[in-house]
């Protein structure tokens, strides 16, 4: 298994449907055989709702990279729980409309994206 | 543990409401704060139990056990370490954008249910989520610069895709909001006058404004996408006047704190 220097955080969105259940099931797979360090949350919506501590850390700590919805939704979500995410060490993508495949090249930086402008994911 | 099993375990454990770490090094925590470490480890020891690591980790191994199996022991030590299971409440709750909000406080005035506070600052806020009623983006429309978001709303802007000049438009008020609330709430909150103020005592005891209140909330569940339940769930007239003239003073003492503060 191998660490990435920016962290992965992958959303479940485990309340609702807006996240195409085979885009979710996609990502995770593209994930768990990358054999990559990845944090996963059922929902982070809810967390935001709780001000869960676990959002300021993740936040506080480093390059961040996020599966989960639209960028401005998932910046605000956070800012919800005290938690402000550096706009230039973190990148989001979007599994509500992004193919997974998208996704899971971009998590890994195989989108050449690693450096400078994001290809797939967004900036916030 | 092969790639395949591992996906379905963590899709499994997030399906249960559990946070899952996958790790190099699995006594290493993700993060720095040792309050947010992993209450279960779960990992492949071979059948032999390795000594308790500290603080109340539980062990799970995942030696020769289906995906299946482990999600219902990893659940289970969860469970003893958190003291149960999270509430199946489903999260659905404005998220303010505060790049575009303007603290006009015209959603505190707006929502019925208390959703909406003010900071020490004077700065609007989501204060009690959990009041929101599920389904309803009502006070995402009445917001006028479309910076009220519902994440799993299923349409954008309000589900947080980027804001469009279009979209301000469209957005901008599609009822005439100041009459279900049973009086001109808007135009009290813009210029505050002493005319304005007695326009408002008027019409909150007119008649008319209850008829006109009742053809608006029909006019809401048909542009705002009011879910009917919601509607079925309002308090009576009586009730919604009450909180009203409540959040009214309470959007009103707000927006003068915060001109004043922006004064001085
Ligand atoms: S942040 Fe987006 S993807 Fe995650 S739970 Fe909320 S709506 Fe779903
Ligand atoms: S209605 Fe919109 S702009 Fe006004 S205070 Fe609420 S979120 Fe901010």
Not at chain 2, 64 to 86: F, H, M, N, T, Y
Request: one cysteine or more.
């Amino acid at each position: 298994m191998t660490t990435h220097a920016a962290r992965i955080l992958y959303c479940h969105c485990a309340f609702a449907r807006v996240v195409p259940p085979e885009v979710k099931a996609a990502v995770l797979t593209g994930l768990s055989e990358a054999d990559v360090e990845f944090d996963a949350v059922p929902d982070l919506c809810e967390m935001a709702a709780r001000g869960d501590a676990r959002l300021r850390e993740l936040a506080a700590d480093g390059p961040l990279k996020i599966a989960a919805c639209y960028p401005r939704a998932v910046k605000w979500l956070f800012a919800a729980a005290g938690a402000e995410l550096p706009e230039r060490a973190v990148r989001v993508w979007n599994m509500r409309v992004e193919p997974a495949a998208a996704v899971i090249d971009g998590l890994l930086d195989r989108d050449g994206s690693a450096g400078d402008a994001p290809v797939a994911g967004r900036s916030l | 543990m092969n790639s395949a099993d591992r996906a379905t375990l963590t899709r499994l454990l997030l399906e249960r409401g559990l946070e899952v770490s996958c790790r190099q090094d699995a006594a290493a925590p993700p993060g720095h704060d040792p309050s947010l470490a992993a209450s279960v480890l779960v990992a492949n020891f071979g059948g032999v139990r390795p000594p308790a690591p500290a603080s109340g980790v539980r062990i799970v191994d995942s030696e020769g056990i289906d995906p299946a199996s482990l999600a219902v022991a990893i659940e289970r030590e969860a469970d003893q370490s958190s003291g149960g299971a999270p509430a199946a409440w489903k999260p659905w709750f404005p998220v303010i954008d505060y790049s575009r909000c303007t603290n006009c406080m015209q959603c505190l005035s707006f929502c019925l249910f208390e959703v909406y506070g003010v900071s020490a600052e004077s700065k609007i806020q989501v204060q009690h989520q959990s009041n929101c009623k599920t389904d309803c983006p009502a006070c995402s429309r009445v917001c006028p610069e479309v910076a009220i978001m519902f994440p799993k709303y299923r349409h954008g802007p309000i589900n947080g895709e980027e804001v469009k000049a279009d979209d301000v438009r469209r957005e901008a008020m599609k009822v005439d909001i100041s009459a279900l609330l049973g009086g001109d709430v808007y135009a009290l909150l813009r210029d505050r006058s002493v005319k304005a103020k007695s326009r408002f005592s008027k019409e909150r005891d007119d008649e008319r404004a209850l008829k006109e209140r009742q053809s608006c909330l029909i006019a809401l569940q048909r542009d705002l996408d009011v879910p009917a339940e919601v509607l079925a769930a309002l308090p009576s007239p009586e009730e919604i006047l009450a909180k009203v003239e409540a959040a009214r003073v309470r959007a009103l003492a707000a927006s003068e704190t915060a001109s004043l503060d922006t004064k001085d």
